[in-house]
Nanobody, 119 residues
């Protein structure tokens, strides 16, 4: 099994910055793509950013140029640097990881961390 633990959420004023972290732990796994999704009240969960274990990245249109995803493969950790935050970035942010566990390819989610941007 793989556990994902997120940290770094909180309350920030518009224009401010936050950095989210997500660490994967467990035994007998190999992490592939890691990413961040978010879900605001009354809305569907959407992609924020994702990164492959080779470093290729993909961003949601609304965060391009403001957010940066990175990862430390040695620590099985993914980071999301969020700059120029807007009130519409307010949501619960979920870490996601695809992992090979034995001969299975599985998908894992963290419990979520709240990000609130005040105007």
């Amino acid at each position: 099994q793989v556990q994902l633990v997120e940290s770094g959420g909180g309350l920030v004023q518009a224009g401010g910055s936050l950095r989210l972290s997500c660490a994967a732990s467990g035994t007998g796994f190999s992490i592939n793509t890691m990413g961040w999704y978010r879900q605001a009240p009354g809305k569907q969960r959407e992609l924020v950013a994702r990164i492959t274990n080779g470093g290729s990245t993909d961003y949601g249109n609304s965060v391009k140029g403001r957010f940066t995803i990175s990862r430390d493969n040695a620590k099985s950790t993914v980071y999301l640097q969020m700059n120029s935050l807007k009130p519409e970035d307010t949501a619960v942010y979920y870490c996601n990881a695809g992992a090979d566990v034995g001969r299975y390819a599985l998908n894992y989610w963290g419990p979520g961390t709240q990000v609130t941007v005040s105007s």
